[in-house]
């Protein structure tokens, strides 16, 4: 086994959460570090100069949904989250699950376009998955992910509020 060395040091907390963002809690923090500045300084450096544009059309009700969520959770950006939903999607698959519950869009007003900068490697990534499921389009896959984040989020905010609810007031 190599050698271990302590990395330690003060970054922004806006850094630190975009950083975090990803990480499993099934891995430690230094076996996540580990993993994300391999992948970085593997990177060629034309790499990191290849971008490939995604884009979706979204409802108007998810892109308000969506607005909701990211102001909550400040400072994530959209590119960030959706960044980070397919990441986590795309590694679940290629562990062998299944990360899309549903990829069937209940609506079909195509209102706004969610469009997301990437790295050619995610939008190559996205490709491999969407042949490999020959019946899921790309606006599916995504807005299936992102519609199953607001999902989880919304019921957790739900679920927050009947605790809250729920809880006796005591006098001071």
């Not at 060629?44 to 909550?72: G, W």
């Not at 079909?108 to 900068?117: Q, W």
Request: hydrophobic share 35%.
């Amino acid at each position: 086994m190599e050698p271990m060395k302590n990395f330690c040091g003060l970054i922004p907390e806006s850094i630190h959460m975009r950083v975090m963002a990803d990480k499993g809690p099934e891995m430690t923090n230094g076996e996540y570090l580990t993993k994300v500045f391999t992948a970085h300084l593997d990177q060629p450096t034309t790499a990191k100069q290849d971008q490939r544009t995604l884009a979706v059309q979204i409802s108007e009700d998810m892109f308000q949904q969506l607005k909701s969520y990211l102001d909550a959770h400040s400072p994530l950006t959209q590119k960030a989250l959706v960044q980070n939903l397919l990441n986590q999607a795309l590694d679940q698959w290629e562990q062998g699950e299944e990360p899309l519950q549903d990829a069937t869009l209940q609506d079909n007003k195509k209102e706004r376009t969610l469009a997301i900068a990437m790295p050619e490697t995610l939008f190559q990534r996205v490709e491999q998955y969407l042949e490999a499921h020959n019946g899921v389009s790309k606006r599916a896959f995504v807005v299936g992910l992102v519609s199953q984040e607001l999902r989880s989020w919304e019921l957790e905010q739900y679920e927050l509020s009947l605790i809250h609810i729920s809880e006796p007031t005591r006098p001071y």
